[in-house]
């Protein structure tokens, strides 16, 4: 009995001692909407919700600005030519196109930085400027990307005038317009890519067949030739050269 009391005030100092020891004041916590007297403040807030706002918002803008469109769509093409579905897995495919994706518009991200954000820190610019010196060095990028024709396209959906100049296309036309370019690119490299790899399934289902080997699925025997073709050519090499510079 002794030591059933002794064990419970053993824990209950334990529990207890640390909480007096280190008690200290908290600072608190307080999200309200109240009038103020300095200007300051409500740029402040501002300046958060709006960066909260791209932080939700960054998911698309990734997918319909970037080079990250062709870049995965051509990695899951790739996959599917070699016969492995699940190999590379998702995770590490999307990582990758995500790392090529920031290489690749490394420059853009610069201009963005130097003649928007940090201006707009700086309350040099307003949010409104901040905003067009932002899409200018994107829509060079993506008017490079765009074909002539998906752009006339949208132009006509969107029963607007026709541009004068490149500064005139807005953002709802020209990101519509880059999409379908990039999805009609990365399907034409995809093309090239299955190729050299429909080759090797032909051969090796006419010879299965030849051999009276019906039974046995062309796959299995196609999935290692496959393999060694795209690490003799050191695959990954050339699919990543390719892709950079496409851009």
Do not use: C
Not at 61 to 90: D, K, Q
Not at 223 to 232: N, Q, V
Request: aromatic share 10%.
């Amino acid at each position: 009995m002794r030591q059933k009391v002794s064990l419970a005030f053993f824990l209950t100092g334990i529990v207890l001692v640390p909480a007096v020891a280190y008690a200290q004041p908290l600072p608190g916590i307080d999200l309200r909407v109240s009038a103020t007297e300095t200007p300051g403040q409500v740029v402040d807030s501002v300046k958060l919700l709006v960066l909260i706002s791209l932080i939700a918002l960054a998911p698309a803008f990734l997918l319909m600005v970037t080079s990250f469109t062709r870049i995965i769509v051509v990695l899951s093409l790739l996959r599917g030519a070699i016969g492995v579905h699940m190999t590379p897995p998702n995770q590490v495919l999307i990582g990758l196109a995500l790392f090529l994706t920031v290489f690749i518009m490394a420059p853009v991200y610069g201009q963005i930085n130097e003649n928007a954000i940090k201006p707009y820190i700086d309350n040099r610019i307003t949010q409104q400027q901040a905003f067009e010196e932002a899409y200018k060095p994107l829509r060079a990028f993506m008017l490079k990307q765009t074909r002539e024709k998906d752009l006339a396209l949208f132009i006509a959906l969107s029963r607007s005038e026709r541009p004068r100049s490149p500064e005139d296309v807005p953002l709802s036309v020209l990101a519509p317009a880059f999409v379908i370019s990039e999805l009609k690119t990365a399907f034409q490299i995809g093309f090239l890519l299955y190729v050299p790899f429909l080759v090797i399934d032909i051969v090796v289902a006419s010879t299965l067949m030849s051999m009276g080997m019906f039974m046995l699925p062309p796959v299995m025997i196609s999935l290692p030739f496959k393999l060694l073709l795209f690490i003799m050519v050191d695959g990954w090499y050339l699919v990543v050269k390719s892709l950079v510079e496409s851009f």
